[in-house]
């Protein structure tokens, strides 16, 4: 079992910058790992924002979320990473880790992001 685990949410000021981290409960990143975050915003689907395979670190991004939207991982730390800036009160949402591994996707419980204007 994979439980990925978010933190870094919190009450941000428009234009601010926020980054967020994922790791996995009682255990590692391994291998072909492919982590991904996603957000949902009231009202509105999932979306995908940035995948990260964690063995060569290969990186893809929705084209929406390109530019303002990094995601990277620290190997050594074993974490991986949303840094956000320019933040919007549209980017007000909950942000999402997911792990995908061996064709199973596993998801975190979520931090909010919240961006007052």
């Known amino acids: 079992q994979v439980q990925p685990v978010e933190s870094g949410g919190g009450l941000v000021q428009a234009g601010g910058s926020l980054t967020l981290s994922c790791s996995v409960s009682g255990g590692t990143f391994v291998g072909d790992d492919m982590v991904a975050w996603y957000r949902q915003a009231p009202g509105k689907e999932r979306e995908v924002i940035a995948t990260i395979t964690w063995d060569d670190g290969s990186r893809h991004y929705t084209d929406s979320m390109r530019g303002r939207f990094t995601i990277y991982r620290n190997y050594h730390e074993n974490r991986a990473f949303l840094h956000m800036n320019g933040l919007t009160f549209e980017d007000t949402a909950i942000y999402y880790c997911?792990?995908?591994?061996?064709?199973?996707?596993?998801w975190g419980q979520g931090t909010q992001v919240t961006v007052s204007s």
């Open positions: 997911s792990v995908k591994r061996e064709a199973v996707v596993y």
